[in-house]
């Protein structure tokens, strides 16, 4: 399977995408992809960085060689962006802030915290399982992690539903480097990687950025405090993952929102309709140029996989979650992940009159779709 741009390993090089706006690639230690997009954006007090990536020694001694090679120093920073709660964006931040005194910016909702079976992905299932990140993680961090997963795996007991999964998922122990990527996550709240958020922005916010104003677009879906910045002096649009050029964001099942696709339905629709930009800087991938075309496109993707499901719910009748998961993913993405996604996209088809549920004797939600 060819390797999809959001896959591809960091490079080396800088490039400037636009005015005072420059492309930094760092390499990150997750499944599904290569490399996560730093922007930095100057002017004349210094720097702005958006999405520091992952935290570790590995990824924050990369960064300050690429500023290097832009002339720049981690001194030269006072602001720090973080477009959402997941450790490849906002892993550096912490450091960032305390070596230069820089203020972090982010959404009012930003958290990330032990909360059970928040599946932190990037990556749909099917691009989690179409690619294996070549890299891995820091040392310190990867021994942290296995001392974790001894201390705290616990599997659910007969009859229970698994870990509180609201499907009631199987209590299979998962791989161990998913086992590894999700303590990591659950974890990294509490470690001195977490940032401070010293400066809270909602919808329509202005931030004075690379000398001009960008708009603060809350775009939730992927995570609840997902932020996109527009640039329309420039015509930019800094997309983080709610609009990736090749591959599509997760979605989790598992959510505040009682439709986290339909949340994502509804920002994807508020992105697309924005007609001044001319260039797109996602987080993961080479920047593009159609916002609204590809807003589009993420959608059909998905009306796509809801028509499946109701074609699977016509084979099978009433059916765990679990049974249409594994009829919607090939064997090798079956798992809680998948589990996730396809729970989403069935309360999104309920919740549209589409579906009716009932939980079973065991404790398990069966779906009809047929």
């Known amino acids: 399977m060819a ?20 492309r930094l690639e760092l390499d990150i230690s997750m499944p599904g992809l290569g490399h996560v997009n730093c922007y930095a954006l100057t002017d004349n007090d210094g720097v702005a960085l958006v999405d520091p990536g992952l ?29 959402h709660s997941h450790p490849d964006h906002f892993g550096g ?3 960032l802030a305390k070596e230069s005194g820089a203020k972090v910016i982010g959404h009012a909702n930003f958290s990330f915290g032990p909360r059970t079976h928040h599946d932190h992905a990037e990556a749909s299932v099917d691009d989690l399982a179409a690619h294996e990140a070549s890299h891995s993680l820091d040392e310190e961090a990867t021994e942290v992690l296995k001392k974790a997963i001894v201390s705290n ?72 405090d997902h932020i996109c910045l527009h640039d329309p002096e420039r015509r930019l649009f800094l997309a983080g993952d709610h609009i990736l050029p090749t591959i599509t964001p997760h979605i989790s099942g598992v959510s505040d929102r009682a439709d986290p696709l339909n949340t994502f339905f509804e920002s994807l ?8 930009v001319d260039n797109v800087l996602p987080a993961h991938g080479h920047p593009f140029d159609d916002l609204t075309q590809r807003a589009q496109a993420i959608k059909q993707h998905h009306f796509e996989r809801l028509d499946k499901l109701k074609s699977i719910g016509a084979e099978l009748g009433p059916a ?15 798992g809680a992940m998948a589990e996730s996604e396809t729970y989403a996209h069935l309360e999104y088809l309920r919740l549209a009159g589409d579906a009716e549920c009932h939980e079973s004797d065991d404790h398990k939600l069966v779906y009809a779709t047929g």
């Open 269 to 276: 629709d508020r992105v697309g309709e924005i007609t001044d």
């Open 3 to 22: 390797t999809k741009q959001e896959q591809e390993p960091a490079k080396k090089d800088i490039t400037e995408v636009a005015d005072n706006v420059l």
């Open 93 to 95: 931040a912490a450091r």
């Open 320 to 334: 765990t979650v679990t049974n249409f998961s594994q009829k919607l993913f090939r064997e090798r993405s079956w």
């Open 153 to 224: 795996y616990q599997p659910a007991k007969q009859g229970e539903r698994s870990k509180g999964t609201p499907w009631g998922g199987a209590s299979a122990k998962p791989p161990m480097g998913l086992l590894l990527k999700w303590r990591f996550f659950q974890l990294i709240g509490k470690s001195k990687w977490y940032p401070t958020i010293s400066d809270h922005v909602v919808d329509g916010d202005v931030l004075k950025l690379a000398g001009r104003d960008w708009f603060v677009k809350h775009t939730p879906g992927h995570t609840e």
């Open 55 to 83: 935290p570790g020694p590995a990824t924050y001694d990369t960064l300050v060689s690429r500023l290097k090679q832009a002339q720049l120093g981690v001194k030269d920073i006072h602001t720090v962006i973080v477009t």
